[in-house]
C-alpha cells in the first residue's frame, strides 16, 4: 500500500511557542491531504481537508489562525500549531488520498504526539 | 445520535477465536465503508475497503456490509495476538469530498 511519512512522531514544547508537523507521501502523489486530532480512547476527529495548491478547509470549530496548514506540493502538507497552549496537547494525525484508482482511500500517517508544557 | 456507532470494548478472546466487530450508522448516504486496525500510539492502517453490499475477504479478514440494514461487520479468523490493537471503522458519502465518519473504534485484546 501507499506510504504516509509524517515527522516529528513526538514533541514536547512550552506553552506559547509554535510547533509545526510535517505529512509526506513517499510514492505517490496526494492531491488532498487530512488533518486529524485523536485523544485519548476516542476516535478520529477531522481538523482540516487541504489540496495542492489552495487553501485549506477547516471543519466548524477548528480555528485556522491557530492551526495552519500548508499544502505546498503534491507530496508535502505541514501541519503548524501556533502558539500552542496545554490544551492543544493531543495525538495529530495526517491522512493523504491519491488521485488515482484508489482515489476513495486515504493512507495515514503514524501520528505525532504533542505534548505542551 | 452518532452517526456511526461502535462498541468500544475492550473485547478480549483467546487465541485462535474468530472475532465479529460491528457498526451501525444512521446515514444511508453513506457508500464507502473501511475498516482500520491503530495500533497504540500509531496511526491507522487499512484494511478493508467495500462498497458494495456483501462480503469481501482478504486472508483471514472478512468485511460484511448490509445496506438495507446500516451495518457493516469486519470478521477475523484465526485471531492472533498480533492482532491486539483498535479497530476502527469508517465510512464516507458518495462524492462527499473524502470526508471521513469513524466510529470510536473497539479495542480488541487476544489473549494465549
Redesign the interface.
Known amino acids: 500500500?501507499a506510504v504516509?511519512s509524517?515527522h516529528p512522531s513526538w514533541v514536547i514544547c512550552k506553552s506559547g511557542t509554535s510547533v509545526k508537523i510535517e505529512c509526506r507521501s513517499l510514492d505517490f502523489q496526494a492531491t488532498?491531504m487530512?488533518w486529524y486530532r485523536q485523544f485519548p480512547?476516542?476516535?478520529?476527529m477531522?481538523m482540516a481537508?487541504s489540496n495542492e495548491g489552495s487553501k485549506a478547509t477547516y471543519e466548524q470549530g477548528v480555528e485556522k489562525d491557530k492551526f495552519l496548514i500548508n499544502h505546498a506540493s503534491l507530496t508535502l502538507s505541514t501541519l503548524t500549531v501556533t502558539s500552542a497552549h496545554p490544551e492543544d496537547s493531543s495525538?495529530y494525525?495526517c491522512?493523504a488520498?491519491s488521485g488515482g484508482l484508489?482515489?476513495?482511500?486515504?493512507?495515514?500517517?503514524?501520528?505525532t504526539?504533542l505534548s505542551v508544557l | 445520535q452518532k452517526e456511526v456507532e461502535q462498541d468500544?470494548g475492550p473485547l478480549s478472546v483467546p487465541e485462535g477465536a474468530i472475532v465479529s466487530l460491528n457498526c451501525t450508522y444512521s446515514n444511508s448516504a453513506f457508500q464507502?465503508f473501511?475498516w482500520?486496525r491503530q495500533y497504540s500510539?500509531?496511526?491507522?492502517?487499512?484494511l478493508m475497503?467495500t462498497y458494495s453490499s456483501g462480503n469481501k475477504e482478504d486472508g483471514r479478514f472478512t468485511a460484511q456490509v448490509d445496506k438495507s440494514s446500516k451495518y457493516i461487520s469486519l470478521f477475523i479468523r484465526d485471531s492472533q495476538p498480533s492482532d491486539s490493537a483498535t479497530y476502527?471503522c469508517a465510512m464516507?458519502l458518495e462524492g462527499g469530498?473524502?470526508?471521513?465518519t469513524?466510529?470510536?473504534?473497539t479495542?480488541l485484546k487476544v489473549e494465549l
Not at chain 1, 41 to 44: C, H, N, T, V
Not at chain 1, 102 to 111: E, L, P, R, S, T
Not at chain 2, 41 to 46: A, F, S, T, V, Y
Open positions: 500500500g504516509v509524517q488532498t487530512f480512547k476516542q476516535s478520529l477531522l481537508t495525538f494525525i491522512s488520498r484508489d482515489k476513495n482511500i486515504q493512507y495515514f500517517g503514524a501520528g504526539r | 468500544p464507502y473501511m482500520y500510539r500509531k496511526g491507522p492502517e487499512l475497503y476502527l464516507r469530498g473524502n470526508k471521513l469513524f466510529g470510536t473504534g479495542q
